[in-house]
């Protein structure tokens, strides 16, 4: 038996794998297909102070080896996660984590510091990189003054573990990385999804309701691996890395970077199981090339 | 109902015209039962640019045998890919998925299809007649004779009318301009209809002039069929975004911001 656990800023997870926001709802759409009790935490959809009903109709493009998606944080507000959500989710023997989206820093406060009041979760993600909404979301996470101030404001309300998920959509991923690292996150995941956009020819007109919306799936996993290994090198705390992970070899590649843990998303749509199956092949490479413990393969990338 | 996700046998793939086909699917155990209305996501393999599953609706099942059957239009490169498909090959579905059609309150109803949309009108209509003992009358739309497609397979179930836009065979123009929905004294149990979206929007309408009850199937953009993306939305009166896979794709049109 090969030891997965892994350490993310506060927090023991059994085993490294998770699911990504936004792409496996609460769990319970997953429930015929896996044993959710297995994977190593889930994060749940996005979640706002008050409901938000996000973008017209179209919110999705297919595009070469991915999908685009605008979405905008559609949830019915924190209140009702509270109320309906957290007491049918907590069954799962599996780390929950909320992650955290605002249009101001109050609406982030407000969120987690509710948040906090959840004795069975023991950690959010604060998304500062959400493409799909007016306000908030990117807003911060491409401002380095607003990524900090977001930070600090967050880590005062909220005094369990820390998760900050970064935006690919800036110049220097590093200086993004480490300002919130110095703001108080614990934990560092990313990438969230790339701004791009999709039109129809012969119409003329975008694809998206939005014009342009987030880019994920397999196409971008090259600059999400880049984007890992280059936060992996420049932070201490621990980095949870995510994109286009569509099986064990493309975790491989994530842990190889310097990922303490990965999150998988786009994947589940195409494969509902695909979560189990990245697990159960990370457990064969580890035994078959001899390993004990994933944290040996954490940050080995020889170069 | 469980969900699955399971590699089925192509038995067959029976090419009715240039733009339809239909796959016939062999489980290697007891497929789970399938409602009027459900469909299942279909796995494109070796096509680079198809990156997700297709939403297909269920055409046929038959539980004794554990066949399920699929009518597919070739409308873009994952169906193009799809019609290649050969007997012995195996196909990943994810299954079955959605809600179904209702119950009517009697026995008066009307199923029509139009284009694809006839597919889950041919098992509705096995399903009535099993299960709820009414006997359905179909009425079937198409651009053109020649692009009439297994048409014996209802005839097996009900009573079958046909409209085509050019009049080649049936009541000549659109659906709505058939009697069973142009005569203002019809009246329905319930008009079941799924084909293009600007057909249902007008079967909906005249539904609601003929005081009959109406459900239509939606054929939103999917991303993972299972509720979880949120891509499928459509915008109702009373609950605001819902999704198509998992709260439709049957909806009461009363209650769409159409």
């Known amino acids: 038996m090969v030891n997965l656990n892994v350490d993310i800023g506060k927090l023991t997870?059994?085993?490294?794998?998770?699911?990504?926001?936004?792409?496996?709802?609460?769990?319970?759409?997953?429930?015929?297909?896996?044993?959710?009790?297995?994977?190593?935490?889930?994060?749940?959809?996005?979640?706002?102070?008050?409901e938000r009903q996000g973008n017209p109709y179209p919110r999705m493009a297919e595009t070469p080896s991915g999908m685009l998606n605008a979405v905008g944080l559609q949830n019915k507000g924190i209140d009702y996660f509270v109320d309906h959500i957290y007491p049918e989710i907590t069954k799962y023997d599996t780390e929950i984590i909320v992650?955290?989206?605002?249009?101001?820093?109050?609406?982030?406060?407000?969120?987690?510091?509710?948040?906090?009041?959840?004795?069975?979760?023991?950690?959010?993600?604060?998304?500062?990189?959400?493409?799909?909404?007016?306000?908030?979301?990117?807003?911060?996470?491409?401002?380095?003054?607003?990524?900090?101030?977001?930070?600090?404001?967050?880590?005062?309300?909220?005094?369990?573990?820390?998760?900050?998920?970064?935006?690919?959509?800036v110049t220097s991923i590093v200086e993004f990385a480490l300002a919130v690292e110095e703001a108080g996150a614990d934990s560092i995941s990313l990438i969230n999804t790339l701004l791009g956009m999709a039109i129809d020819a012969k119409t003329r007109k975008p694809r998206l309701s939005t014009?342009?919306?987030?880019?994920?799936?397999?196409?971008?996993?090259?600059?999400?691996?880049?984007?890992?290994?280059?936060?992996?090198?420049?932070?201490?705390?621990?980095?949870?890395?995510?994109?286009?992970?569509?099986n064990a070899g493309d975790a491989i590649e994530f842990f190889l970077a310097g990922a303490s843990a990965v999150q998988i998303?786009?994947?589940?749509?195409?494969?509902?199981?695909?979560t189990i199956e990245i697990l159960e092949?990370?457990?064969?490479?580890?035994?078959?090339?001899?390993?004990?413990?994933?944290?040996?393969?954490?940050?080995?990338?020889?170069? | 109902m469980k969900r699955r996700i399971e590699d089925l046998r192509v038995l067959e793939n029976r090419k009715l015209n240039?733009?339809?086909?239909?796959?016939?699917?062999?489980?290697?155990?007891?497929?789970?039962?399938?409602?009027?209305?459900?469909?299942?996501?279909?796995?494109?393999?070796?096509?680079p640019a198809t990156f997700l599953r297709r939403p297909i609706s269920i055409y046929d099942a038959d539980p004794v045998n554990n066949r399920i059957d699929l009518l597919i239009?070739?409308?873009?490169?994952?169906?193009?890919?799809?019609?290649?498909?050969?007997?012995?090959?195996?196909?990943?579905?994810?299954?079955?998925?959605?809600?179904?059609?209702?119950?009517?309150?009697?026995?008066?109803?009307?199923?029509?299809?139009?284009?694809?949309?006839?597919?889950?009108?041919?098992?509705?209509?096995?399903?009535?007649?099993?299960?709820?003992?009414?006997?359905?009358?179909?009425?079937?739309?198409?651009?053109?004779?020649?692009?009439?497609?297994?048409?014996?397979?209802?005839r097996a179930i009900g009573e079958v009318n046909i409209s085509t836009e050019d009049g080649s065979v049936g009541t000549k123009g659109f659906v709505t301009r058939n009697p069973l929905l142009s005569d203002d004294s019809a009246q329905y149990d319930?008009?079941?209809?799924?084909?293009?979206?600007?057909?249902?929007?007008?079967?909906?309408?005249?539904?609601?002039?003929?005081?009959?009850?109406?459900?239509?199937?939606?054929?939103?953009?999917?991303?993972?069929?299972?509720?979880a993306c949120l891509c499928c939305i459509v915008d109702t009166k009373d609950r605001g975004n819902v999704n198509t896979c998992t709260e439709g794709p049957i909806f009461n049109p009363e209650l769409l911001k159409w």
């Open chain 2, 73 to 154: 239009k070739i409308a873009g490169t994952g169906t193009k890919k799809l019609a290649e498909l050969e007997a012995g090959q195996s196909l990943n579905l994810v299954y079955p998925l959605g809600n179904h059609f209702s119950k009517p309150k009697g026995s008066k109803v009307l199923l029509v299809g139009g284009g694809t949309g006839v597919a889950p009108m041919l098992i509705l209509g096995r399903y009535m007649q099993a299960e709820w003992g009414i006997r359905p009358v179909y009425l079937l739309g198409y651009r053109s004779q020649h692009l009439i497609i297994e048409i014996e397979r209802f």
């Open chain 1, 13 to 50: 997870l059994k085993n490294p794998v998770m699911t990504a926001s936004g792409t496996f709802g609460f769990g319970q759409e997953y429930e015929d297909f896996i044993d959710i009790s297995r994977l190593g935490g889930i994060l749940v959809k996005g979640i706002t102070g008050k």
């Open chain 1, 99 to 169: 992650n955290v989206n605002g249009g101001t820093i109050e609406e982030y406060i407000e969120v987690a510091s509710k948040v906090d009041k959840l004795d069975k979760i023991h950690a959010i993600e604060l998304n500062i990189s959400c493409p799909n909404v007016k306000q908030g979301g990117m807003v911060f996470g491409t401002h380095c003054p607003s990524a900090i101030a977001v930070t600090k404001a967050v880590r005062e309300a909220y005094s369990k573990s820390l998760m900050v998920k970064l935006s690919p959509n």
């Open chain 1, 265 to 274: 998303g786009t994947a589940n749509f195409i494969n509902p199981a695909v």
């Open chain 2, 18 to 47: 240039e733009e339809f086909f239909v796959l016939q699917l062999e489980s290697g155990e007891d497929i789970p039962s399938i409602l009027p209305g459900q469909f299942a996501e279909v796995k494109v393999e070796g096509s």
């Open chain 2, 190 to 227: 319930m008009i079941y209809t799924c084909g293009p979206e600007v057909m249902m929007k007008a079967i909906a309408k005249r539904a609601s002039a003929l005081n009959s009850p109406c459900e239509v199937s939606l054929e939103n953009l999917m991303g993972c069929g299972i509720g």
């Open chain 1, 281 to 303: 092949g990370i457990e064969r490479y580890l035994e078959s090339n001899g390993y004990d413990s994933i944290q040996d393969i954490i940050g080995a990338l020889e170069c």
């Open chain 1, 211 to 246: 014009v342009t919306g987030g880019l994920s799936g397999p196409a971008v996993k090259p600059v999400a691996l880049r984007m890992v290994w280059q936060v992996a090198k420049a932070v201490k705390i621990p980095v949870i890395g995510m994109g286009g992970i569509m």
